[in-house]
């Protein structure tokens, strides 16, 4: 598959660009600046599977991935609509303040990011996924990471192939929750996945029994 990474020079988009590319799926990592996605890049034990780019030129793809910052999600895809228009677009945001040692989930506007998303490329076909996910855990391909990845979208082929694409990636399994309104909760339980982490100092993971 060919993936292409808004944003993709932080640590959630380095992650899965690590995991995409060990999963032999061809990764484009894209910024505002295509210096600073050539110099991640190059720091990646990926191999030649991932290349940098602008934001602009990696949304050529057959699946997109919006691994921006919460706060950047908006600005950075809405200039980016018409491209997107028709693709399967993933947002994996979480819109997360600190306050002393928890984190706390704030409930954007339209219920979540991923909704925030669906408004600024109205014409793309969003997924939420990739929430709970420690970001040092995703990036190191040695660190034993096994989780479940909880998806949701409105349209149903956009979820299989987003699916697909989870469970292309070593360690990972997609559970399909159902419609793009799931993805509000969702990502509001990624607070609570993080402070038990900080309070712990753990990398912990969801991985859900019975099913």
Not at 122 to 129: G, K, M
Request: proline share 5%.
């Amino acid at each position: 598959m060919h993936v292409g990474i808004i944003g993709g020079t932080g640590p959630a988009g380095r992650g899965l660009a690590v995991r995409a590319a060990r999963a032999g799926h061809d990764v484009r990592i894209g910024s505002r600046d295509a210096t600073r996605a050539a110099e991640v890049v190059a720091k990646l034990a990926a191999g030649s599977r991932v290349r940098g780019g602008t934001n602009a030129e990696v949304v050529d793809a057959e699946l997109v991935v919006a691994a921006t910052p919460w706060e950047a999600v908006v600005s950075t895809v809405g200039p980016l609509a018409d491209a997107l228009a028709g693709k399967v677009v993933v947002s994996m945001a979480n819109a997360l303040v600190r306050q002393g040692r928890e984190m706390v989930a704030l409930v954007p506007p339209r219920g979540s990011m991923a909704a925030e998303l669906q408004a600024a490329a109205p014409l793309a076909r969003v997924t939420a996924a990739f929430h709970h996910l420690p970001a040092s855990l995703m990036e190191d391909p040695e660190s034993g990471l096994t989780a479940d990845v909880l998806v949701c979208g409105d349209d149903p082929a956009a979820r299989e192939l987003t699916c697909a694409f989870v469970g292309s990636l070593e360690g990972l399994r997609p559970v399909e929750v159902g419609s793009l309104a799931q993805a509000g909760p969702i990502e509001a339980f990624t607070a609570a996945c993080v402070t038990v982490n900080i309070r712990h100092r753990v990398h912990a993971t969801v991985l859900l029994g019975g099913l």
